[in-house]
């Protein structure tokens, strides 16, 4: 038997159906497009709505009436009606040349589960499809029956708003504009929920492996100390907070060592970073991975998970600390994204 098609409607009798929208973005504005079209727009019933499409009242027309309603196209101001979103003909009946653009991505962005895997990877490379599948199934609660499934549409909701870079290298780069979108929950609402199951202090240390001097040397300030402060964590660099007299390198492999997490800042290729990070990943140590450059960042350390910022983007440091934040958490909550696995790169 052939397997049914991303987005398709009707699931095995006795399995709870998935809180995601089963359809991708574009493909949940048919039923409204058809009330815009064929109704002016105004309330109708779900029978109307099957009316304008030449479709039946059945299953798989309430389930894509159902992803119309959790990328917000859809209301229901009473049991069996529908009626249209602002949302949906922002993107139907634009105003403005962006106008469209903006509506798919603030439907993505506010789509349950959807939105909370963009908001967890914008910013990153998706994880090779081992570790995706085991963050969506372990962090987000996707059935593993729905895996390819919810992937699909995932990607071609992403595709559609314009939320992806797709690199010759086959890596997916999920692009972050949170911070240009109005009505989307700030990522702090997600990091206060994710660090209440975290345990640590402000006694523990995260330890920060970047260049000294100018201008990455001024990220610690910036960047870095508020971003581990907001983590719940002491922000602690060897050049400010740890040198002292002795060998340099005791008391880095002292920080190191005595670290709940740590922090890389990669661009610019600092041979001293390099070398330390290669401590950390020997002793085992989860690392958030930093850098404005994919060049920058070794092959054999890609499938760990990295950030990356761009200083040209006039949000970059408001976002830049927040996903530090928020990747710092996730280190401490789900390690194994963040601690170098000996041979995974392939």
């Known amino acids: ?205 995260c330890f920060v492996l970047m260049p000294f001097s100018a201008p990455l040397g001024n990220h610690y300030v910036l960047i870095y100390e508020p971003a581990i402060q907001k983590a719940g964590l002491r922000a602690v660099r060897a050049d400010a907070d740890i040198f002292a007299t002795g060998k340099i390198m005791d008391q880095v492999w002292t920080g190191i060592n005595a670290a709940k997490v740590l922090v890389a800042e990669m661009t610019s290729r600092n041979p001293n970073v390099f070398y330390e990070l290669g401590i950390a990943h020997a002793l085992k140590k989860p690392v958030v991975l930093i850098s404005s450059n994919e060049e920058d960042v070794p092959f054999d350390v890609r499938h760990i998970r990295v950030i990356y910022y761009d200083v040209n983007d006039p949000f970059w440091g408001e976002k830049l600390v927040n996903k530090v934040a928020e990747n710092i958490v996730s280190a401490l909550t789900n390690p194994e994204e963040a601690i170098f696995r000996s041979g995974a790169a392939g």
């Open 1 to 205: 038997m052939a397997a049914k098609k991303a987005g398709s409607a009707g699931k095995p009798k006795g399995r709870a159906a998935p809180k995601y929208p089963r359809h991708s973005v574009e493909k949940a504005l048919r039923v409204p497009r058809a009330i815009l079209e064929q109704h002016a727009g105004k309330e109708c019933t779900d029978a109307d709505a099957a009316r304008f499409l030449g479709l039946k009242p059945s299953g798989p027309l309430n389930t894509e009436i159902s992803s119309g309603v959790k990328y917000g196209f859809l209301d229901r101001p009473s049991s069996g009606h529908l009626q249209l979103t602002d949302r949906a003909k922002k993107i139907l009946r634009p105003q403005n040349p962006s106008d469209a653009l903006e509506g798919l991505r603030e439907a993505v962005l506010g789509a349950p589960v959807l939105g909370d895997v963009y908001k967890h990877y914008r910013g990153e490379n998706l994880p090779d499809p081992q570790f995706l599948d085991n963050a969506l199934t372990d962090t987000f609660v996707v059935p593993s029956a729905d895996l390819a499934e919810f992937k699909a549409i995932f990607l071609e909701s992403l595709r559609s708003a314009q939320l992806v870079d797709e690199q010759v290298s086959g890596k997916v780069r999920v692009l972050d504009v949170s911070q240009q979108l109005s009505g989307v929950v700030e990522s702090t609402e997600a990091l206060q929920k994710v660090a209440k199951t975290v345990k640590a202090s402000a006694a523990d240390s």
